[in-house]
């Protein structure tokens, strides 16, 4: 079942600005991730949130976590063209009692154009 | 090794017939995954295994798909009588162990069942 839900599904922006994308889930959770994919092959991991959290960092990104609203967000900041992938964002709501791996949301595509 | 490898990478089969598709996971990851990617969509959870405990077989499609996880290192996921629909990027995944750690997925074998 589909757990995450990015927002935009797609987004075009030029060389230098920031992208925002974000995520919407439904269950609690007890931790989400972000992941880049290019080229429809591997998925790379970006960086983990658990759900004690608000906000983390790794370079130009920034994560942020709202439990109340199930909601994150990701922003790349000073984007480059390699930078042009599709991010997904992957909650993990495992407890110890079993669990299906990281659900995954469909995705967005993100262009930068240079 | 150093990262998940998976073979092969294409695999071209003919409708009906069985395919076999490998994933070789980080060396010390007891947490295995395998998923499945249409294009343009999302990942969709197939099978995890956890060190040598009955794998989690919640997401496979049909009773065509099997997987399993020798030694508790080299994963085969199995399709038999394969349809067109069966065609998609398989992507397996590694991790400590599941749940609270990212992901480090492999390149893929995308399959096309013609």
């Known amino acids: 079942s589909q757990q995450g839900e990015e927002d935009p599904q797609a987004l075009s922006i030029q060389e230098g600005e920031n992208a925002t994308m974000n995520c919407s889930y439904k269950?609690?959770?007890?931790?989400l991730q972000w992941y880049r994919q290019n080229s429809g092959r591997g998925l790379v991991h970006l960086i983990l949130?658990?759900?004690?959290?608000r906000e983390k960092h790794s370079g130009r990104l920034r994560v942020t976590l709202d439990t109340s609203k199930k909601s994150s967000s990701l922003l790349i900041t000073a984007s480059r063209a390699a930078d042009t992938a599709s991010y997904f964002c992957a909650t993990d709501a495992y407890s110890g009692g079993g669990a299906d791996g990281l659900t995954f949301g469909k995705g967005t595509h993100l262009i930068i154009q240079p | 090794g150093a990262g998940v490898s998976q073979s092969p990478s294409n695999k071209v089969t003919e409708k009906g017939k069985d395919v076999e598709l490998r994933c070789d996971p980080i060396s010390g990851h007891t947490a295995l995954y395998w998923y499945r990617q249409s294009l343009g969509q999302g990942l969709e959870f197939l099978i995890y295994f956890q060190g040598n405990s009955a794998p989690d077989k919640s997401g496979l499609p049909s009773d065509r798909f099997s997987a399993e996880r020798t030694g508790g290192s080299v994963s085969t996921l199995t399709i038999q009588r394969t349809q067109q629909e069966d065609s998609a990027v398989y992507l397996c995944a590694s991790s400590h162990r599941v749940g609270g750690y990212g992901y480090t997925f492999g390149s893929g074998t995308r399959l096309t069942v013609v």
């Open positions: 269950t609690s959770i007890n931790n």
């Open positions: 949130i658990r759900s004690n959290e």
